[in-house]
C-alpha cells in the first residue's frame, strides 16, 4: 500500500511539473468530448509539437506532440446504481505519435499512450478501477484545415496494466477539437 501511495505522489508531481512547463511551451489548445459506458467526459489540453520526423517518405513523415490535459469524467451510473452520479477529475501526460503530411495538414493518423491521474477510484456502470493512476491509450483520425484547425476522433482506453484488481478498463469515444497558434 505505502509504495502504492508514494508511486502516487511522484506521478502527481511529475505530472504537475509537466502541466507547467506545458503551459509555457505549448503552440495547441485542444476541447475533447466524449463518452462511453454511461460515462460522459470533457477535457481541454495544450499540445507542445516535437521538432523530431522520422520516416519520411512521400510527402509523409511520422511526428508528434506531448499532451497535457486535464479533464472531468460524469459517470451516470456509480457503484451500478442507475442515476446514481459520480465526478472525477483527471490530469495527464501523453506522448503521441503521428502520421501526417509534410505540410501537417490533410489527414492524419495518431496513436498515443500516457499516465492519468484520477481523483478517485472509477466505478460505474458494472467497471471498476481499483487505482487511481491510469494508463490512457488511444488511436485517433483527424483532418488538419488550412487555417490550422484540427478536428479529430479517438477510441480511448483506460487501464492501470493490471497493477491491481479489478481493472475492468474504460472505453470512449472522444471528439477533439484544436486549434495551432
Same mark, same amino acid.
Given at each position: 500500500?505505502?509504495?502504492?501511495?508514494?508511486? %502516487?505522489?511522484?506521478?502527481?508531481?511529475?505530472?504537475?511539473?509537466?502541466?507547467?512547463?506545458?503551459?509555457?511551451?505549448?503552440?495547441?489548445?485542444?476541447?475533447?468530448?466524449?463518452?462511453?459506458?454511461?460515462?460522459?467526459?470533457?477535457?481541454?489540453?495544450?499540445?507542445?509539437?516535437?521538432?523530431?520526423?522520422?520516416?519520411?517518405?512521400?510527402?509523409?513523415?511520422?511526428?508528434?506532440?506531448?499532451?497535457?490535459?486535464?479533464?472531468?469524467?460524469?459517470?451516470?451510473?456509480?457503484?451500478?446504481?442507475?442515476?446514481?452520479?459520480?465526478?472525477?477529475?483527471?490530469?495527464?501526460?501523453?506522448?503521441?505519435?503521428?502520421?501526417?503530411?509534410?505540410?501537417?495538414? %490533410?489527414?492524419?493518423?495518431?496513436?498515443?499512450?500516457?499516465?492519468?491521474?484520477?481523483?478517485?477510484?472509477?466505478?460505474?456502470? %458494472?467497471?471498476?478501477?481499483?487505482?487511481?493512476?491510469?494508463?490512457?491509450?488511444?488511436?485517433?483520425? %483527424?483532418?488538419?484545415?488550412?487555417?490550422?484547425?484540427?478536428?479529430?476522433?479517438?477510441?480511448?482506453?483506460?487501464?492501470?496494466?493490471?497493477?491491481?484488481?479489478?481493472?475492468?478498463?474504460?472505453?470512449?469515444?472522444?471528439?477533439?477539437?484544436?486549434?495551432?497558434?
Amino acid at each position: 500500500m505505502y509504495r502504492v501511495e508514494l508511486w %502516487g505522489k511522484v506521478i502527481t508531481a511529475s505530472i504537475a511539473a509537466a502541466l507547467y512547463s506545458a503551459a509555457h511551451a505549448a503552440d495547441t489548445l485542444s476541447v475533447e468530448l466524449g463518452g462511453g459506458n454511461q460515462t460522459r467526459i470533457a477535457r481541454i489540453s495544450l499540445q507542445s509539437k516535437w521538432d523530431a520526423q522520422w520516416w519520411r517518405s512521400n510527402g509523409t513523415h511520422i511526428g508528434g506532440y506531448w499532451d497535457f490535459s486535464l479533464a472531468q469524467w460524469r459517470g451516470d451510473r456509480f457503484q451500478n446504481v442507475v442515476g446514481q452520479r459520480q465526478n472525477i477529475t483527471s490530469v495527464s501526460i501523453t506522448p503521441v505519435f503521428r502520421f501526417q503530411n509534410n505540410t501537417l495538414k %490533410g489527414f492524419y493518423v495518431e496513436a498515443g499512450i500516457g499516465a492519468h491521474l484520477l481523483s478517485e477510484l472509477y466505478n460505474n456502470n %458494472g467497471h471498476r478501477l481499483s487505482t487511481s493512476f491510469q494508463f490512457g491509450d488511444h488511436l485517433g483520425i %483527424g483532418y488538419v484545415f488550412p487555417s490550422t484547425l484540427d478536428l479529430g476522433l479517438r477510441i480511448q482506453h483506460f487501464s492501470n496494466g493490471s497493477i491491481k484488481q479489478p481493472n475492468d478498463g474504460v472505453n470512449l469515444m472522444v471528439v477533439r477539437v484544436a486549434y495551432q497558434f
